[in-house]
């Protein structure tokens, strides 16, 4: 656009005089009415710096009226790691039209998926920073950021997907959305992230001796490292879009997800037993450049987050419908699906449960087990 164009770079005119190249800068402020300085040092180009001036304030003229135009249009950009068949992905494209119709065209959400701003963590800065304004992340990789965010990374806390969203629909979801705030990071919504179990290249995972001496690959959460661990595994964390060639070279030897990212990242391809352990729930979050949202209108902001909540209830259904279609197509494809014990895994990573240091944690752990028979 121009505007940008003229605020990022003044103009400027180098002219060739006898004493050599001289340049002249001129700035431009765009307020009410467009203002011209330029600073003229040699009267031979005052006949050229008028015209140039006539020019730039056609320019700048224009600019303004550009400027005027948009300038209550709010752009955010926003990045993820998922591909565009995934629901995360069409959640937000719904999102997007929902800005669309509520705010009039004025919000305009532009989405880049696939990794293509970089991995999780990168996506994550570039939100703190400002680069763009929007990421949906994996409350596991929040985990440095914010305590709280660990919770969901300790294994079989929820009964099913009815106690989970309980709790996190619940008050304290809201708080825990807010928990990585002071990081410049405020959750929007949850989106579901369903139950994740082990995939692996040679076997099946029957039982905990399954995982021991097997390279795992984890997300960036230092509570998912210490339940392989406890399960006998060497945990090693690798970028979501790195994983499937981690895989295939043996950098690893399975991984954990739910069937939705196992189908949709053809980890199937490489990977040919998935064990339905569940061992975790972690949802993804949609996160926002909180200094971004502070300077948002009070308006803009309940228009944004009323279409970030439909978009959260749009991809919890799609979900649910989807999740049973995959395992299906997992089967079709040969993928050996196994439905191990769940105890002896609980019992092996119940020491990480017994032991949990952080106040919060353990709080929202005990109000996670209030209601586990309660949502039913
Ligand atoms: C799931 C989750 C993502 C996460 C990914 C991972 O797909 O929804 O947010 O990045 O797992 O294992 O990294």
Redesign the pocket.
């Known amino acids: 656009m121009l505007a940008p164009f003229l605020l990022c770079r003044p103009p400027k005119l180098i002219y060739k005089s006898k004493r050599g190249y001289q340049i002249y800068f001129f700035s431009i402020t765009f307020c009410e009415t467009p203002k011209i300085r330029c600073v003229i040092l040699n009267p031979v180009v005052k006949l050229v710096m008028k015209k140039i001036k006539k020019i730039l304030m056609l320019i700048s003229t224009c600019a303004l009226l550009a400027c005027n135009k948009d300038s209550d249009v709010v752009e955010i950009r926003m990045g993820?790691?998922?591909t565009e068949q995934?629901t995360?992905h069409k959640a937000m494209v719904y999102m997007q039209n929902r800005l669309d119709k509520l705010s009039d065209g004025k919000i305009k959400l532009k989405i880049y998926p696939n990794s293509q701003l970089g991995n999780?963590n990168e996506t994550l800065t570039m939100v703190q920073q400002d680069i763009i304004q929007m990421t949906?992340?994996?409350a596991?990789?929040l985990e440095n950021f914010a305590p709280e965010m660990s919770l969901f990374s300790y294994p079989y806390i929820f009964e099913d997907s009815a106690h989970y969203w309980g709790f996190l629909d619940g008050e304290f979801g809201k708080k825990i959305l807010q928990s990585a705030s002071h990081q410049n990071m405020t959750g929007l919504i949850f989106?579901d992230?369903?139950s994740?179990s082990f995939y692996l290249k040679q076997n099946s995972v029957e039982s905990p001796a399954d995982i021991a001496g097997r390279k795992i690959?984890?997300?960036?959460s230092y509570t998912a490292k210490k339940m392989i661990e406890l399960l006998g595994g060497s945990p090693q964390s690798i970028?979501?879009g790195e994983?499937y060639s981690a895989l295939q070279q043996g950098v690893v030897d399975g991984?954990?997800?739910?069937p939705?990212?196992f189908y949709?990242?053809r980890h199937y391809e490489v990977c040919k037993y998935f064990s339905l352990d569940e061992h975790t729930r972690?949802?993804?979050l949609l996160v926002v450049n909180s200094k971004f949202w502070a300077t948002l209108s009070k308006e803009n902001r309940e228009i944004i987050q009323q279409a970030a909540s439909e978009a959260g209830l749009f991809q919890r259904e799609l979900w649910a419908e989807n999740d049973k279609s995959y395992m299906k197509k997992l089967r079709e494809l040969g993928v050996i699906i196994t439905y191990p014990d769940k105890d002896a895994f609980f019992q092996a990573v119940k020491p990480m449960l017994d032991n949990v240091s952080n106040d919060s944690v353990n709080f929202y752990l005990k109000k996670i087990e209030e209601i586990r028979y309660l949502e039913k």
């Open positions: 993820h790691n998922m995934m995360v999780s949906s992340i994996s596991a990789n989106f992230a369903g994740r690959r984890v997300m960036g970028p979501f994983l991984a954990e997800n739910n939705a990212s949709e990242t972690v949802p993804d």
